[in-house]
């Protein structure tokens, strides 16, 4: 109540002095909530780290809110989470989570076999499919390969660039040796070569008398960074190059958008390297004569501003000069000869808004005040001699970005500016308390934590991570947390390069203006009027689709019949609506998936003609800034990541991938057919062959399925057990095996089809084969496994290779029957979850010292509700890492109100 009165005053006091009357103008017929994006949600996804290696575990939480007040969202019930491999355009891994009070947590586990280099993490949710990608989170994370570096292939070689100026291009040779990168490889390979606007892909014919190959190529001299990935069957390898460090771009950005003749103006400038950041530079302005105008000097960002006051009849330019010698220049704006410039000045705990008028008048003009697509309020005034000023108080406004648009007496936009109004009293301030400051290794840390807002205690939602700081601070040198998302990220297009810098300090803050000259204005998010809704928000778990009549297609109407499988079988009657379509919401479960089985009613199906289409999940376009994905790695973070790697396996050899080569078995007269060939190079020979006549001459009534076969003549090499009694079905397992990977005709199996495979016809299979003792069979495992790379690879695997006379995997190794109307399909379920698991050490004389405790993560507490008095509390212990450890605490209220906090304490040597 007292914020609108205040309000009240402002507008009647700026319509008094500007002395114009209050008949309605266009701008106020525009709605209070006049943006489409003030619907969205905003999702942020706080990481354990940003960099890893690929033995590591991703921990994450995610807070879902709406966009203009940060509460909990009440729209969205369910939260989609992927990693993803943007080279190869692929979804690696993915997250489907329950949003409980806005809130979700997850993890995804990491795998030896994902390749080295930058990977994204996106987070949405359905609902913001409708705001295009600016409302989907996009997060870089960079992977390590754990393995001997010393021992590191290096199949992309003698890389040799030159600069051929008569075709404007770069001509690049390099040898690539394949057989370095996989050994098994016998085929040919693909090498895909990625820059800033374009993309190529070279064959490698594969030559066995020499393995080594010369490649040339071009691309265009205006690429400063190329991407190298090589891809064989087995592996693949990515390697960037630079080719030319000297390139950058730098852009001037008037407050207000306009350089007028004559009237002085503030200029932001930004400055990109080769590498898409933002870097320190100096450099002066010049006219089209080359005299030198001013100076300026960016911060280690890359941004400042200088002030410029343009003559008439004037070019300007931004001019460089590089270490080495080479001057660039950089065409400012074209300076206008009329127009309008605006300047926001800062006056202690007040700004100041100027507008000047090149022509000396009283025309009048308007502004627009408005956060997050709402608007705050209108100003009415006239110019007075060209210039209009008015005094703008932090307190009348919210808190975070603040934009304002100046119109002209006809109403047309001519200037635009963005500003952060930071209101402390608006954070949630969390306190940390440790019950020491110093500890031992191993001890066990009892933290305090008291979470208030304007000085009064107040609950909240907060997680609290402690990590190593040496190695957290080395290995994440840029990084967001949740204020700088929620006040500043989550309102701006593209990236803000390390955003958590402008909160650190007021001295930082300060230097935040920069930011809304150069990136605010311009990458604002809600500009867009509101538009329609296509896609309804989840809610929840769901099964949805459509029947269609082939024969009578106005008939739309029908009955269906599902039985969803589990731990307990669920029958399910569904109508769908007048269009044939049908949703059925599904009670909370959680796993892989389950099956199901839908088909239409006797009664609604009588000609048989009703066709079923489920509807699959349509995942979002994967976009990415490919100038950032290919730039090189900071060589700090990337020596601070080999350091720990190797100092891990020097500790604890186990844990290297297994690539110990075992023993080969020779089987005595076996043939390498076309179709046995590939396993043969990949596994070896096997040690068990069954030929088609022994199946057949040994077949028996009860034995004609495989598995039934198996067991009665094989008993000693294989082993069946049943899954469920009833409906369920059986598994074989090679002898000595933890699993056995079945592979027909070449094709892995999906553990979803694994009941299926007993029940193969003894007479479509032309031979089964037992492959034990193989050290790449898991090879197979994230196409196997739904929960790869979550659930790790077991470690002792062997491999059932089944070839049939279709030769078409699973898929034809049964008689074809009649067409149905029955659909099978996976009914989705929230992924599994997981804590962080921390050793206890209450005991220390049960501590067994040999064991290392290499942990650099101590701590990952996601979902810490602090009570009414705002006071909760955590413990863990921990590890044999001395030095300085950091906790870090981040939270929000269910007000909307963020706050972030760190503690250090230190753990002394032993």
Known sequence: MTKIFIYAVFIIYVFSFAQIGHAQIPLEKETEIFADATDAEKIYVQLSAYTFNTSETIWFKAIVTDVLNHTPTKRSGVLHVELIDPLDNRIVDENLLKINGGVSNGFFQLHSNYREGKYIIRAYTEWNKNFGPDFINSIPIHLYRLENFDAKPNPIQNIVFTKDLNSNTFSLASTIAIKELDSLHNDDAILYINWKGGEDSIVIKHKKKNPVINLQHKVPLSVPIINYRLQTKNEVFAKSIVLDDEYGSLQFFPEGGSLVEG?????????????????????????????????????????GQLILTPEPGQTYYGVLTTNSGNTFKYELPEVKKLGQVISLINKGSERELRIWNKEKNRDSLFIKIFHRGKNLFFLKARFTNGMFSFKIVPENLPHG?????????????????????????????????????????????????????????????????????????????????????????????????????????????????????????????????????????????????????????????????????????????????NTGYFKLALDDSYGLGRKFVIQPTNASNKRGKLKIDIKGYEVPEISYEIEKVIAPVDSIVEKKMIQKIEEDIRLDPFLLPNTIALNEVVVSDYRVTPERAEMVELHGIPDVVIENNELISKQKKWTRGLYRWLLFNYPKDIRVTRVRNGTGFELAYVYGAEWTYVVIDGIPVHERDYGLIGNIPVSAVKSAEIIRNTSTANKYHNQVFDCAPICPPPSFPAILAIYTYSGKGLSGAFPKTKRTNLINDIAPQYSPSREYYVPEYHNPEKIDWSIPDRRTLLSWKPNIITGKNGQAKTAFFNSDISGKIVLICEGITFAGKVGYSELFYEVDDP
């Open 263 to 303: 009237l002085q103006s503030v200029v932001g400038f930004k400055y990109i390297d080769y590498r898409g950041k933002g870097a320190e530079i100096q450099g002066r302005i010049e006219d089209k004569n080359s005299t030198i105008v001013t100076e300026f000097k960016s911060n280690a960002l890359g941004m």
């Open 401 to 577: 970005v603040i934009g304002l648009t100046v119109f002209d007496k006809n109403f047309s936009p001519v200037a635009e500016r963005h500003f952060f109004n930071h209101l402390k009293q608006e954070n949630l301030d969390i306190g940390l308390e440790t019950n020491k400051d110093n500890y031992a290794v191993r001890d066990s840390v009892q933290v305090s934590i008291l979470t208030r807002q304007n000085g009064e205690s107040v609950p909240a939602s907060i997680s609290v991570m402690a990590v190593d700081s040496s190695y957290f601070y080395g290995t994440n040198l840029k990084r967001n947390n949740i204020v700088s998302y929620f006040l500043l990220q989550s309102d701006i297009k593209g990236t803000v390069e390390n955003p958590s810098y402008y909160f650190e300090d007021e001295e930082n803050l300060a230097e935040l203006d920069y930011l809304m000259l150069t990136q605010g204005w311009t990458n604002y998010k809600y500009k867009e009027k509101k538009k329609a809704r296509l896609i309804n928000a989840e809610k929840g778990l769901e099964i949805k689709g459509t029947v269609n009549d082939i024969d009578n297609p106005s008939k739309r109407k029908h009955e269906l019949n599902m039985l969803l499988m589990g731990e307990t079988t669920e029958a399910y009657a569904i109508d769908t609506d």
